[in-house]
């Protein structure tokens, strides 16, 4: 199936085909009309094929297991078959002259369901629209063990979303024996990718952290007339953990592994891939929509949060965060200082404003010798960051029931969590949840996850460093450096821009943070700051038309929000056109022409859903006069003919699309100025 024209591009509209799981002879075929991944029951379970519907694309070369497990210290297969003529391709007549080991994991039966809640999540702000749980299919695939394995039930799960080319899978082992298992390493995906699709294929996982990376390609040994001499080609996608899991599995107990995300790309367009994968997180992590404004207020004094309160209020500003350094103590148990926090909530909830504030979760944190991550390489307190305390201590048990404790008591509505960047190990042997360095990695994970699972149940909003947005967090760094927010104002502002167009081909624009430095931060004295901001307002300015006019919600950090009246109704003009026009805002990003200052750059958000369709953001940053014609790409708009545009608030002018769907537009541009295009249909 190809689209021909915007009309049936799922990008652009909603795709009405539900996921599906169809039977047919010795085949089971998941399917919702932009891929198919299909397989076999007999000899063995496995896939045969998996195929983009739009490109009419198939990505394998060749069959493997579905799974691999290594139990005390034997690595095992869970399906897949055996005897492939040559690995460079899979003729379809072969497959039914392929055997199956019996050394392997065999099929027993599967269920078809729906997808289910994979956390928690309060709906307690605004959103674009979504169901949750996603629509889809779920494929449930039963494995008994190999003679050689005692009572050990495998389970292989396929998640196929409706209306995106999107399939997560994931393993859960099931120790139906009457004795301990040690599982020291899982693949939970391996994929002969041919050469045309590995880049068409991403894969993400939600076991992500810190820069940790579960997918790996390398090379495929069964692949023998490949043109690499040393047959080196990395075509081969598996998915594991970089590290054990390394537990041991009691009798009775069940181990679930990490979600594995596939999305099969219908394009090299690197935009269109950008579009692909934000989609994605709208579709399985919903909450990653929610974009309140929000001030990092400096000191969590009593008197200085009011006034934070107060200002955000008045400007529509609708969070304030105790930033690090404020003296915050998300960690109390004193009841007098649980009040006075309750107190500020309650003042901030009456004014329309939510309040929350930082920890510092265990990064770079001494929590005492018996409680610290070990480094295994000295045997001694260390990590990447000097020294973390390990979340899968008890120490953390604590921590996490002290702040919850704190929030429940307060009611309050945020937290930011500093790490726990916890791709830390820990090779300590007497800690309570992790047994030594195997299982140190996946524990700590569990602990983090858990927390954040109970701050959704809550519909505490998570601003955290890390990117556990498949978890239920909310949002990461944009692109972010701390230094950069040193640097002297003019740098700082064309660098932060370059930051939200270049991230934002990765992130919607509510998944991303930026900064702004109202008072000083890692130095860059004067130069660097915004206060007073009244004598600064042009570069004041500057941060807040790029961040609201890219839907990047920024931390603004210091005091106040306004020192004068003239200050006051910068920041509300811009908060204002935000609010004006907040959905298309919210919506996908085109990058048209990215920040060079050399002269006019320019982003484009489309929304073919909603009227206006698109508005694109122009900023001069040049010292002179800039004219140019700008050729707008319109395809994500919808628009195919004519064009409704106007400059700001000023009249609209009917402009022809050609045939590439792009339009043209002369533009003129004051030194140092900030505009925008509205564009609507011609209805």
């Given at each position: 199936m190809?689209?021909?024209?915007?009309?049936n591009?799922?990008?652009?509209?909603?795709?009405?085909q539900?996921?599906?799981v169809?039977?047919?002879d010795?085949?089971?075929?998941l399917d919702?009309?932009?891929?198919?991944?299909?397989?076999v029951?007999?000899?063995n379970f496995a896939t045969?094929?998996y195929t983009?519907?739009?490109?009419g694309?198939s990505?394998?070369?060749g069959i493997?297991?579905?799974?691999?497990?290594?139990i005390?210290g034997?690595p095992f297969e869970?399906?897949?078959?055996k005897?492939?003529p040559?690995?460079?391709y899979l003729d379809s007549?072969?497959?039914?002259?392929l055997?199956?080991d019996?050394?392997?994991f065999?099929f027993?039966?599967?269920?078809?369901?729906?997808?289910?809640?994979?956390?928690?999540?309060?709906r307690r702000?605004?959103?674009t629209?979504s169901?949750?749980?996603?629509e889809?299919v779920?494929?449930?695939v039963a494995f008994s063990?190999?003679?050689s394995?005692?009572?050990?039930?495998v389970?292989?799960?396929?998640?196929l979303?409706?209306?995106?080319p999107?399939?997560?899978?994931w393993?859960a082992?099931h120790?139906?024996?009457?004795?301990p298992?040690?599982?020291?390493?899982?693949?939970?995906?391996i994929?002969?990718v041919?050469e045309q699709e590995?880049h068409?294929?991403?894969?993400?996982?939600?076991?992500?952290?810190?820069?940790m990376?579960?997918?790996?390609?390398?090379p495929?040994?069964?692949?023998k007339?490949?043109v690499?001499?040393r047959y080196q080609?990395p075509l081969l996608?598996?998915?594991r953990?970089?590290?054990?899991?390394g537990?041991l599995?009691?009798?009775g107990?069940?181990?679930?592994?990490f979600?594995t995300f596939?999305i099969?790309?219908?394009?090299?367009s690197?935009?269109?891939?950008?579009?692909?994968?934000r989609?994605?997180?709208?579709t399985?992590?919903?909450q990653?929509?929610?974009?309140p404004i929000?001030m990092?207020?400096r000191s969590?004094?009593?008197e200085a949060v009011?006034l934070?309160i107060?200002?955000?209020a008045?400007?529509?500003f609708?969070?304030?965060?105790?930033?690090?350094g404020?003296?915050f103590?998300?960690?109390?148990?004193d009841s007098?200082?649980i009040?006075?926090?309750?107190g500020?909530?309650?003042?901030?909830h009456r004014k329309?404003i939510?309040?929350g504030?930082y920890t510092?979760?265990?990064a770079?944190r001494d929590v005492g010798a018996?409680f610290n991550?070990?480094?295994?390489?000295t045997?001694?307190p260390?990590?990447r960051?000097g020294?973390?305390?390990c979340?899968a201590?008890?120490?953390?048990?604590g921590?996490?029931?002290?702040?919850?404790?704190?929030m429940?008591?307060t009611?309050?509505?945020?937290i930011?969590?500093?790490?726990?960047?916890?791709?830390d190990v820990?090779a300590?042997?007497?800690?309570?949840?992790?047994?030594?360095l195997a299982?140190?990695?996946?524990?700590?994970?569990e602990?983090c996850?858990r927390?954040y699972h109970?701050?959704?149940?809550?519909g505490?909003?998570?601003?955290?460093?890390d990117q556990?947005?498949?978890?239920?967090s909310?949002k990461?760094?944009m692109?972010y450096?701390?230094t950069n927010f040193s640097?002297?104002?003019?740098r700082?502002i064309?660098?932060?821009?370059q930051?939200i167009y270049?991230g934002?081909?990765e992130k919607t624009?509510?998944?991303g943070?930026?900064f702004?430095?109202l008072?000083?931060?890692h130095?860059?004295?004067a130069?660097?700051?915004f206060e007073?901001?009244c004598?600064?307002?042009d570069?004041?300015?500057?941060?807040?038309s790029?961040n609201?006019g890219?839907?990047?919600?920024?931390?603004?950090r210091g005091?106040?929000?306004f020192?004068?009246?003239q200050t006051k109704a910068?920041?509300?003009?811009w908060?204002?056109?935000?609010?004006?026009y907040?959905?298309?805002l919210e919506?996908d990003l085109?990058h048209?022409?990215?920040?060079?200052?050399r002269?006019?750059?320019c982003?484009?958000h489309v929304?073919?859903?909603?009227?206006p369709c698109g508005?694109a953001m122009?900023y001069?940053p040049t010292?002179?006069?800039q004219?140019?014609?700008?050729?707008?790409?319109?395809?994500?708009?919808?628009?195919?003919e004519?064009?409704?545009?106007?400059?700001?608030?000023?009249?609209?002018?009917h402009?022809k699309?050609?045939r590439?769907?792009?339009?043209?537009i002369?533009?003129k541009m004051?030194?140092?100025s900030v505009?925008?295009?509205?564009?609507e249909p011609?209805?």
């Amino acid at each position: 199936m190809q689209y021909t024209s915007q009309q049936n591009d799922w990008l652009i509209h909603p795709f009405p085909q539900p996921a599906s799981v169809e039977e047919t002879d010795n085949r089971l075929i998941l399917d919702n009309g932009l891929i198919e991944r299909t397989f076999v029951t007999s000899p063995n379970f496995a896939t045969v094929d998996y195929t983009n519907q739009i490109s009419g694309n198939s990505l394998l070369r060749g069959i493997k297991p579905e799974a691999v497990l290594t139990i005390n210290g034997h690595p095992f297969e869970v399906g897949g078959l055996k005897g492939q003529p040559d690995y460079a391709y899979l003729d379809s007549d072969w497959i039914s002259d392929l055997t199956s080991d019996p050394n392997t994991f065999q099929f027993c039966e599967y269920s078809v369901g729906e997808p289910e809640v994979p956390y928690p999540w309060v709906r307690r702000r605004s959103t674009t629209p979504s169901v949750y749980p996603p629509e889809g299919v779920t494929l449930t695939v039963a494995f008994s063990p190999p003679p050689s394995v005692d009572s050990l039930r495998v389970c292989v799960h396929y998640e196929l979303y409706s209306g995106i080319p999107v399939l997560s899978k994931w393993i859960a082992i099931h120790n139906e024996s009457q004795k301990p298992i040690q599982l020291d390493a899982l693949s939970c995906e391996i994929l002969a990718v041919n050469e045309q699709e590995k880049h068409r294929l991403h894969v993400e996982s939600d076991y992500a952290f810190s820069g940790m990376e579960t997918t790996q390609w390398g090379p495929d040994a069964d692949y023998k007339t490949q043109v690499d001499y040393r047959y080196q080609m990395p075509l081969l996608m598996t998915s594991r953990y970089p590290l054990g899991p390394g537990i041991l599995l009691q009798p009775g107990e069940t181990f679930k592994s990490f979600r594995t995300f596939e999305i099969l790309h219908d394009s090299d367009s690197r935009e269109r891939k950008g579009l692909t994968r934000r989609k994605m997180y709208r579709t399985v992590a919903p909450q990653v929509t929610e974009n309140p404004i929000l001030m990092h207020v400096r000191s969590a004094e009593p008197e200085a949060v009011r006034l934070a309160i107060d200002q955000c209020a008045e400007v529509g500003f609708e969070m304030v965060i105790m930033t690090f350094g404020s003296g915050f103590n998300i960690e109390s148990e004193d009841s007098e200082y649980i009040a006075t926090m309750k107190g500020l909530a309650d003042y901030a909830h009456r004014k329309g404003i939510q309040l929350g504030g930082y920890t510092l979760m265990c990064a770079s944190r001494d929590v005492g010798a018996d409680f610290n991550c070990i480094d295994p390489d000295t045997a001694k307190p260390g990590s990447r960051f000097g020294q973390s305390a390990c979340l899968a201590s008890r120490w953390a048990d604590g921590y996490s029931q002290r702040v919850l404790n704190f929030m429940d008591a307060t009611g309050m509505d945020i937290i930011e969590t500093d790490g726990p960047y916890h791709g830390d190990v820990c090779a300590a042997t007497t800690h309570e949840h992790h047994s030594g360095l195997a299982d140190s990695q996946l524990r700590q994970w569990e602990a983090c996850v858990r927390f954040y699972h109970e701050c959704r149940k809550r519909g505490i909003y998570i601003n955290s460093p890390d990117q556990y947005y498949l978890n239920g967090s909310n949002k990461c760094g944009m692109g972010y450096r701390e230094t950069n927010f040193s640097l002297p104002r003019e740098r700082q502002i064309l660098i932060a821009r370059q930051n939200i167009y270049d991230g934002t081909y990765e992130k919607t624009p509510s998944m991303g943070w930026m900064f702004v430095p109202l008072v000083e931060y890692h130095g860059g004295g004067a130069a660097a700051t915004f206060e007073p901001l009244c004598e600064h307002l042009d570069d004041y300015e500057s941060h807040l038309s790029q961040n609201f006019g890219s839907g990047v919600i920024a931390c603004y950090r210091g005091p106040r929000l306004f020192d004068t009246e003239q200050t006051k109704a910068v920041v509300k003009k811009w908060v204002d056109f935000y609010k004006k026009y907040r959905p298309i805002l919210e919506s996908d990003l085109i990058h048209v022409r990215r920040p060079d200052g050399r002269s006019i750059d320019c982003m484009l958000h489309v929304n073919a859903q909603i009227t206006p369709c698109g508005l694109a953001m122009l900023y001069n940053p040049t010292r002179t006069v800039q004219r140019t014609t700008l050729k707008l790409p319109l395809y994500y708009t919808g628009l195919s003919e004519i064009a409704k545009i106007r400059e700001a608030e000023g009249e609209f002018q009917h402009y022809k699309i050609d045939r590439n769907y792009n339009v043209e537009i002369p533009i003129k541009m004051e030194a140092k100025s900030v505009s925008y295009l509205v564009i609507e249909p011609e209805v």
